[in-house]
């Protein structure tokens, strides 16, 4: 996900959540995407998240890439921690895409092994993708670097 992608679903979900203070689980369970855009702007990393949630990380992200159907009662779970999260926070009604932003970019950031697989495709000039979706078996899988 881009800054871009990232601002356009923050503009969506400021948008259907009432500027982040209505939290209806139905945008979750729609898109589940929207779990990591939730999670990245109240500041939390997979882990912090699946902690809240007494839940493996591997299951939020593959929910967060739709791998996983996210059911009703899980979609409220989920919600529910999503709005005590903003609450504890201080977050409701008061969410900056500044800070978003940089929750972003802090929580997408590369650990010290991509960034020196970067530095070393750049030097010898071989092309690369950081994030790359293909199709296998009907099915699209998105591959992060």
Same mark, same amino acid.
């Given at each position: ?11 969506? +979900? ?5 500027n982040?203070?209505? $939290?209806?689980?139905? @945008?979750? =369970? !729609?898109t589940? =995407?929207? @779990? *990591?855009? $939730?999670?990245?702007?109240?500041? +939390? ?9 007494? =839940? ?7 929910? !967060? ?5 996210? +059911? ?13 999260? $903003?609450? /504890?926070?201080?977050? @409701? *009604? ?17 650990? #010290?092994?991509? !960034?020196?697989?970067? =530095?070393?495709? /750049?030097?010898?000039n #071989?092309?690369?993708? +950081? ?11 998105? #591959?992060?670097?």
């Amino acid at each position: 996900m881009t800054v871009d992608d990232f601002k356009k679903y923050f503009d969506y +979900l400021k948008k259907e959540s009432k500027n982040f203070s209505n $939290f209806d689980y139905r @945008i979750i =369970q !729609e898109t589940p =995407q929207f @779990i *990591g855009i $939730f999670r990245i702007i109240a500041n +939390l990393g997979h882990r912090q998240f699946s902690k809240l949630l007494n =839940q493996n990380s591997r299951v939020i992200r593959k929910h !967060e890439f739709m791998e996983y159907r996210l +059911l009703p009662e899980t979609a409220q779970k989920y919600t529910n921690v999503i709005k005590k999260t $903003f609450e /504890n926070k201080n977050l @409701i *009604g008061k969410v900056s895409l500044k800070d978003a932003i940089v929750n972003f970019k802090r929580i997408r950031s590369y650990d #010290i092994f991509e !960034e020196a697989i970067i =530095q070393i495709l /750049n030097k010898n000039n #071989i092309n690369y993708n +950081l994030h790359y979706n293909f199709v296998v078996n009907n099915k699209t899988i998105n #591959i992060d670097f």
